[in-house]
């Protein structure tokens, strides 16, 4: 009977766990959900192939290279070289010869202005030269009279100072015909507006039919001598130990990548830019004709330290995502890609590397290659 009794105890109590049993799982919304899944983060760069050997790998050598400085830079006319082509005739254009963008040389008519002023400078000069030849004839008739003993010294010396005042109005006149751009030998109201330099036309603020104010108004045309040109760069604050008056550098235009130009920095801006904190940089290049004002160009500065870089076969390094990358061995059938920044071109088909991967370190000698596999 005690058996009994400590048995019937014992079910009690196990039915009693079970029943609190129930009641719990019946009260936890999450009971009987699958356990909650363990995510492994994998490192994207990292690449394991089955068959390394395939893959052949190179150290890289060691590249002595003086420091530089790349700029991005724009073409723009020699400031010193361009000059305005001004009228001090006002009037009304009749006629134009040139446009923006023309090449011109010097002495070409570029526009052809009617104008009153010149009108009125032709009618002073006729008058000056009718005042000129009758005091001259009362000249030569005041010496035959003094000659004569007809008319006293006083009356004569008149006439002479009268005769001399007339030349001296008729130079005035000529002159004022000339300046505003007249010829006194072809008398005329059309100014022709010639170039005063040869070059390019660089801006021009004149059409057809339009008024030229004379020089209170904007120049009608602006003429560059685009044989040497200026680029402009921008260069930051902390990089300007690398660059000096007087140094050379190279260019490289956007349009044209595979020419080089060489050209001596004759400036560098006294004042920074507060925003951006920048200085322009001033180069001076011989122009050999395929350089356009407004074209976009690169600059590079080449400072005096001696830099050690690594150098790596150009096929080793891989554009992607706007970035460059080598593949380099970890060990037995592991390979992990490195971001590196890639330098110039060297001979034999070299390139050297900026940051990214040192002397001594090796590479697989075909990144392409090696991309197109893993991703298969």
């Known amino acids: 009977m005690r058996r009994l009794r400590i048995k019937a105890g014992q079910f009690a109590l196990v039915v009693a766990l079970f029943l609190g049993g129930c009641a719990s799982s019946q009260n936890d919304p999450n009971a009987g959900a699958p356990p909650a899944l363990r995510v492994e983060r994998v490192d994207p760069n990292a690449f394991e192939v089955d068959h390394p050997d395939q893959f052949p790998v190179v150290a890289a050598i060691e590249h002595e290279s003086t420091s530089q400085l790349k700029a ?21 254009v009749v006629e134009i010869k040139a446009r923006l963008g023309d090449v011109v040389k010097k002495g070409e008519v570029l526009l052809r202005v009617q ?18 030849q009758l005091a001259r004839a009362q000249l030569e008739r005041a010496k035959d009279l003094y000659d004569k003993g007809a008319i006293s010294l006083n009356d004569r010396q008149v006439s002479q100072d009268a005769e001399e005042k007339a030349k001296v109005d008729v130079e005035n006149t000529t002159e004022h015909v000339r300046v505003l751009g007249g010829d006194p030998a072809n008398p005329g109201a059309i100014v022709d507006i010639r170039a005063p330099i040869s070059g390019v036309i660089t801006d021009q603020e004149v059409t057809n039919a339009a008024g030229v104010a004379g020089l209170s108004a ?18 930051y604050e902390n990089d300007l130990p690398v660059v000096r008056v007087g140094d050379m550098a190279d260019v490289r235009l956007s349009a044209y990548p595979d020419r080089s130009f060489t050209g001596h920095i004759s400036n560098i801006g006294p004042v920074l830019d507060p925003t951006i904190r920048t200085a322009k940089v001033r180069i001076e290049v011989a122009n050999p004709g395929m350089m356009r004002v407004g074209m976009f160009a690169t600059a590079t500065f080449h400072g005096q330290k001696k830099d050690k870089l690594a150098a790596v076969p150009a096929t080793a390094i891989l554009h992607l995502h706007d ?6 061995p970890t060990g037995g059938k592991q390979f992990r890609r490195v971001e590196v920044r890639a330098g110039d071109m060297l001979p034999g088909n070299l ?22 596999t893993v991703e298969q």
């Open 72 to 92: 991005t830079a724009t073409i723009n006319p020699d400031i010193s070289k361009s000059v305005p082509v001004i009228s001090l005739a006002t009037g009304r």
């Open 115 to 132: 104008s009153a002023d010149l009108a009125g400078a032709f009618s002073d000069y006729r008058k000056a030269v009718a005042d000129e």
């Open 218 to 235: 904007p120049n009608p045309f602006t003429i560059s001598d685009l044989s040497t040109v200026w680029v402009l760069c921008d260069v």
């Open 323 to 328: 970035r460059d990358w080598v593949y380099v």
């Open 351 to 372: 390139q050297a590397v900026l940051t990214g991967v040192a002397p001594g370190q090796q590479v697989v000698v075909n990144a392409l290659e090696f991309q197109n």
